[in-house]
């Protein structure tokens, strides 16, 4: 699949025009041109050609024959750590990066410039201090870029505003790990996280990740005692699983929505388990639904975070057959999806050391190998590679 390329009349309309505002839901399209540009009398077909205008970032990418990508941090991308990064891209199959823009505690990445509607949420830290500059270097190696962005976990959110959040009698929840979660429910939350992602889309990122989708686990087990608002959702009728499950789903489609003038793809890390499931009942996300209102749906199947499934006593010994195994199940559930999206698992580069001697295994070249193999032999093609640190597997073959 290659980006659209833009038409001569849509082309003037840029040069002539610059990036045009959102239409508003309620606006119609000729009102909208003329209000934008005081142009009633320009030719019509021009109009027609400004009416179907998309923001430019100015930066030219093309989606790959197959994504193959790594996961980088804000540090790795700011640092000098990006240079050997992008030399492991650009000297193998792999061909793209998903980057983090908005991290796992709920900073953004970078600090937006003085004015901009993100500086004013004082969330920016200096790990990335010129995106565009990093986003330049992978246009120029030709580098498919991802911007990662975490949703609902959002510790920083959560303490600024504990009215978005879960509230344990006199503090914001925290789960064992110290992290906080801002409320799937609240629309409010929902356009907070958008609004990261648009600008990730104006920066040149061509594609927005989201993670963390979800509420968190277990809520299933603290939903009647922790206080929260249900906000559009206090009305429901559905039971209170298919309230998390609507309220998560909500989000994706609304999100989807508001990136399409952008042109942008847009993703969803979820759990892989949730393909095995109707859904996961504690935290609201539903497999094929998720999968119904994205691009790509991104399961994270790592064999080191699977127990005893399909079979296979110790996963992390056998990533070849537990990857094979999630795969049949992972493409017999998109294969009742009128419209599926792409599946691009995320795939183990790491040694799950932490489960102990004999229930784990240090993981590189074959490993990884057997794992992308896995997928290609029931007919998925894309994927990305998880390492925290950034460091990967030297020497595998990427398009076994």
Same mark, same amino acid.
Request: hydrophobic share 40%; glycine share 6%.
């Given at each position: ?50 009416? &179907? ?26 640092? @000098?750590?990006? =240079? /050997? ?8 199959? &792999? ?17 937006? @410039?003085?004015? /901009? ?39 920083? &959110? ?28 609240? $629309? ?17 990122? $061509?594609?927005?990740?989201?993670? #963390? ?7 299933? =087990? ?39 003038? #952008? ?50 006593? $110790? ?9 094979? @195994? ?9 294969? @009742? ?17 932490? &489960?102990?001697?004999? =229930? ?41």
């Amino acid at each position: 699949m290659k980006w659209i390329k833009w038409t001569a009349v849509s082309a003037l309309m840029v040069s002539l025009l610059g990036a045009a505002p959102v239409l508003a839901a309620d606006e119609e399209a000729s009102d909208f041109t003329i209000r934008t540009y005081g142009v009633a009398n320009i030719d019509k077909k021009v109009v027609a050609a400004s009416e &179907l205008f998309r923001y430019d970032s100015g930066l030219t990418f093309e989606y790959p024959d197959a994504v193959r990508g790594i996961f980088v941090t804000a540090h790795s991308a700011g640092g @000098e750590r990006f =240079n /050997s990064l992008v030399e492991l891209v650009d000297s193998t199959e &792999l061909n793209a990066m998903v980057i983090d823009v908005k991290e796992d505690l709920g900073h953004l990445t970078y600090v937006p @410039e003085k004015g /901009s509607d993100l500086a004013k949420l004082d969330i920016g830290q200096p790990l990335m201090k010129d995106p565009r500059k990093v986003l330049e270097v992978m246009e120029e190696k030709e580098i498919y870029p991802i911007a990662r962005v975490v949703v609902f976990k959002d510790s920083v &959110l959560a303490k600024e505003r504990p009215d978005l959040s879960f509230v344990d009698g006199d503090s914001v929840w925290k789960n064992g790990r110290g992290e906080s979660f801002v409320n799937p429910f609240l $629309k409010e939350v929902w356009d907070y996280n958008v609004q990261i992602a648009i600008e990730a889309a104006k920066l040149g990122f $061509k594609e927005i990740q989201f993670d #963390y989708v979800r509420f968190p686990e277990g809520f299933e =087990n603290r939903a009647d005692t922790l206080e929260y608002s249900m906000g559009d959702y206090k009305d429901s009728k559905l039971d209170p699983v298919q309230r998390r499950v609507e309220a998560v789903t909500d989000f994706v489609a609304y999100a989807r929505e508001q990136l399409k003038p #952008y042109d942008v793809q847009v993703s969803v890390d979820i759990f892989g388990y949730s393909a095995t499931l109707p859904e996961a009942p504690g935290i609201g996300q539903n497999f094929s639904k998720i999968s119904e209102n994205v691009d790509v749906i991104s399961s994270m199947i790592y064999p080191s975070h699977w127990t005893s499934y399909f079979g296979i006593a $110790k996963p992390d010994l056998e990533p070849y057959k537990l990857v094979s @195994e999630y795969a049949k199940v992972e493409n017999k559930k998109l294969g @009742e999806l009128k419209s599926p999206p792409v599946s691009r698992p995320w795939l183990q580069d790491f040694t799950a050391s932490y &489960l102990g001697s004999g =229930n784990y295994m240090k993981y590189g070249k074959a490993e990884v190998e057997a794992q992308i193999k896995a997928l290609n032999d029931n007919g998925i093609e894309e994927y990305l590679l998880w390492n925290a640190g950034n460091t990967y597997s030297k020497d595998v073959d990427y398009t076994p």
